[in-house]
């Protein structure tokens, strides 16, 4: 009996939660940093591995928030996660605005081509050629301080290789873990030349942060009962370079499974069918299933906006006083006038500056919201003209103000005219809607970006997610067809 | 049955009012009286004010020159149009609300203290022109142009307006409907109600037989009781002539 009660206390005490340690990482691609293998919600990767094992030592259970790579060390300032640790390069500049921890790898640039191709084997080989690259890195900077080279940016790793692979650019120019990863295994590509650059990765803490001790003594630890080399050597990164580092020998400790892994895996030629298999896999639909609820909560949203504002911006262009009626055709003019993606981008990335921020969802259905109040706006103000002058003249007469005779004579009136249009709109908003993949939005366009990038296809994927979107617009398709038939039957009648 | 008596003290005055649209007088220094429970004609060719003088009457346009008094005091567009009721050539009855709706929306936003009785009130006014109940819920569509012009005056009398205006009552109707028209004034007036009516149909002017007023170039040409049949003045006698040809 006493010891059951012990064992129920020893339970209980195991139960009591850990204290979080919060890491952001852009987990979209990204191997073999922190990445989704096979779409799977599970993490791996070799940061993946350093955080569980400085939170071990920590007595901290690690919780990863994903985040847009650019947006990481903002993050760590805004304090949305304790650390970021997601290949953050050490400098001058990163270093005015986070403390790092003492770094926990270190490489070099390395320079991939296409067999067949151009073969520069240092910077300045690369003069006269077009060279890809991920923004915000060294290897960026190397590249356009080198006279001649016209240096590409990317988003995507994959797609700087698969640019490469196809011929559209001459090199890519990358961290080796990228390059080891993303090219290697690809038989059309060639890792070459010397080392250029040194990089070291260290972990990115907010200014003056308590944690910055703990996790450099974690790290220390790690490095000297061999943790962080049996870890590097799983991931196949372990070298040199590394045993400069930490004052270690070279030689690997253990097997290289995480890459072995991750190597047979995308080795394996994969049929059609087999292809098809893995998008109907419950990982790939949830994925999906997940962007296109989001693509339709945003649309829908955005659309409520846009029918409202709309409305407005149509009455004041049609019945207010001039100056009004001058404001709002100029605005409707220019939003018209600029993309919608500057739209999108200036609200989420641009307003911050003058200290408005808004969460990504509510940014993105501002931008679409707003963009489209325009085009209803318009739809609007033809629909208000088709209603027949003695309609408002009826209503005054009866000692209706302006403004009821509009609520409640001219604008329902309008609204049934305008909403065949209206219904087209919210299908354009709905594909337009994959422009908030651009502010950190998982929507239907951002899983397939996901999903491309792990499964290296973007044909049957871009098929599939094409497939998507139309079924998601046909429902709304049908809703206008029958709305015309109604009204249609109406003037039939009349 | 019996109906609730339309509490009507209608003393309508226009003072020498005057209307221009752009460079073109159409009303030049008119004046008016209207009085209580009295049925007034208005007869001219077209284009002599005579529309545009019901729309200054019931406020729907501005005055340029003179005024309107209702009893005696001055009243702004506004209320004026709240308590003289102007029933369109072409009715202009909304097509999204059904009969009910028609004659309710104006007492429903104007009165604060609107209840069931404005309902009873609105069903008791449809039967009083002669609107069935099957058709309280018809949109106006579904309706024919007797039915709707009968809904229109009915919509014009729900916020019981010290007067009622008719546009061209008949144009919009088969010959044989003129009488049932000249039926539902004529029980207005019963009523109580003032009532001025605008027509170039001649036939349903003979058949008013009331108080006419000819009007020629935005000017009172000749108001009369017997106008119709014992014209004095000349161009009334020529207008009357052109319209017999």
Redesign the interface.
């Known amino acids: 009996m006493r010891y059951a009660l012990l064992l129920l206390m020893v339970s209980l005490a195991a139960r009591e939660p850990l204290p979080e340690l919060t890491w952001g990482a852009a987990t979209d691609g990204n191997v073999p940093y922190a990445f989704h293998p096979d779409n799977t919600d599970a993490l791996v990767g070799f940061e993946k591995d350093i955080v569980d094992a400085i939170a071990r030592r920590l007595g901290r259970q690690p919780k990863a928030v994903r985040n847009d790579w650019d947006g990481l060390v903002p993050g760590v300032q805004a304090g949305k996660y304790d650390i970021a640790i997601n290949g953050i390069e050490i400098s001058d500049d990163r270093a005015k605005e986070v403390d790092f921890s003492i770094p926990y790898f270190k490489c070099y640039e390395q320079i991939v081509v296409r067999r067949g191709g151009p073969r520069p084997e240092s910077l300045a080989a690369m003069s006269g050629l077009r060279v890809g690259t991920l923004g915000q890195t060294l290897a960026l900077e190397l590249l356009e301080n080198t006279p001649g080279v016209e240096a590409v940016r990317y988003d995507q790793e994959l797609q700087a290789y698969n640019d490469l692979a196809t011929g559209r650019i001459d090199a890519v120019l990358l961290d080796v873990p990228i390059a080891k990863y993303y090219a290697g295994p690809d038989p059309r590509l060639e890792l070459i030349g010397e080392p250029i650059g040194e990089i070291r990765y260290a972990i990115a803490l907010r200014k003056g942060s308590a944690l910055k001790a703990p996790i450099d003594a974690a790290l220390r630890g790690m490095i000297a009962d061999g943790e962080l080399r049996r870890i590097l050597s799983k991931w196949d990164l372990w070298g040199p370079a590394q045993a400069s580092l930490y004052g270690q020998p070279p030689e690997p400790l253990g097997t290289p499974d995480g890459y072995l892994d991750y190597v047979s895996r995308v080795r394996d030629s994969v049929s059609w069918t087999e292809k098809l298999a893995r998008y109907f896999s419950p990982e790939a639909l949830s994925l999906l299933a997940k962007g296109a609820g989001l693509t339709l909560a945003l649309s829908l949203s955005a659309m409520l906006l846009a029918v409202a504002l709309g409305l407005i911006l149509a009455l004041a262009r049609v019945y207010g006083p001039t100056p009004l009626s001058w404001l709002a055709a100029t605005w409707i003019e220019v939003i018209r006038g600029t993309p919608l993606l500057i739209q999108t981008l200036f609200l989420y990335y641009g307003l911050p500056n003058i200290g408005i921020q808004f969460p990504p969802f509510v940014a993105g259905v501002l931008a679409l919201g707003i963009n489209y109040a325009a085009y209803e706006a318009e739809n609007y103000r033809s629909g208000l003209r088709g209603v ?1 002058r ?2 408002l ?9 302006q403004r ?1 005779a509009l609520r ?2 001219i604008v ?2 309008a609204l ?1 005219v305008c909403l065949p249009t209206m219904t087209n709109d919210f299908i354009s908003l709905l594909k337009d809607s994959s422009l908030v993949s651009m502010i950190t939005l998982l929507e239907l366009t951002g899983s397939y970006q996901r999903l491309a990038t792990q499964y290296y296809d973007y044909f049957l994927l871009g098929l599939l997610v094409a497939l998507i979107y139309l079924l998601l617009g046909l429902p709304f398709v049908r809703l206008a067809r029958q709305l015309e038939r109604n009204l249609d039957g ?1 003037k039939a ?2 | 049955m019996s109906y609730p008596q339309i509490d009507a003290v209608p003393d309508l005055r226009a003072e020498l009012i005057s209307k221009a649209y752009g460079s073109i007088q159409v009303l030049k220094g008119i004046s008016l009286h209207l009085r209580p429970a009295e049925l007034v004609c208005m007869i001219g060719s077209s284009g002599c004010g005579k529309s545009t003088l019901l729309r200054c009457l ?1 406020g ?1 346009e501005p005055v340029d020159g003179g005024s309107i008094t209702l009893d005696g005091a001055p009243v702004s567009p ?1 209320d004026l ?2 308590r003289v ?2 029933v ?1 050539q ?1 009715f ?5 609300l059904d009969v009910m709706g028609n004659l309710l ?2 007492p429903g ?2 009165r604060p203290e609107f209840t069931k009785e404005d309902t009873d009130y609105a069903e008791q006014l449809l039967a009083r022109v002669g609107v069935s109940p099957e058709l309280f819920n018809r949109r106006p ?2 309706l024919s142009g007797g039915q709707q012009q009968r809904v229109a005056i009915a ?2 009398l729900a ?1 019981r307006p010290d007067a009622v205006l008719y546009d061209e009552p008949t144009s919009a109707l088969d010959p044989e409907r003129t009488a049932d028209v000249v039926a539902l004034i004529r029980d207005r007036q019963q009523e109580g109600l003032a009532q001025i009516v605008v027509t170039h149909d001649m036939p349903f002017a003979r058949a008013l037989a009331c108080r006419t007023i000819h009007l020629d170039h935005g000017e009172v040409v000749a108001d009369a009781a017997d106008l119709l049949t014992a014209p004095r003045d000349e161009r009334t006698q020529r207008f009357l002539r052109a319209c017999l040809a």
């Open positions: 027949p003695g309609q003249e009826a209503a005054l007469a009866l000692g209706l103000t009821q409640h004579v329902p009136q049934r109406d009648a009349r | 019931n729907l506004l149009r709240r009721g102007l369109f072409g202009h009855l909304f097509p999204h929306l104006a936003l104007l569509h579904q919509r014009a916020l």
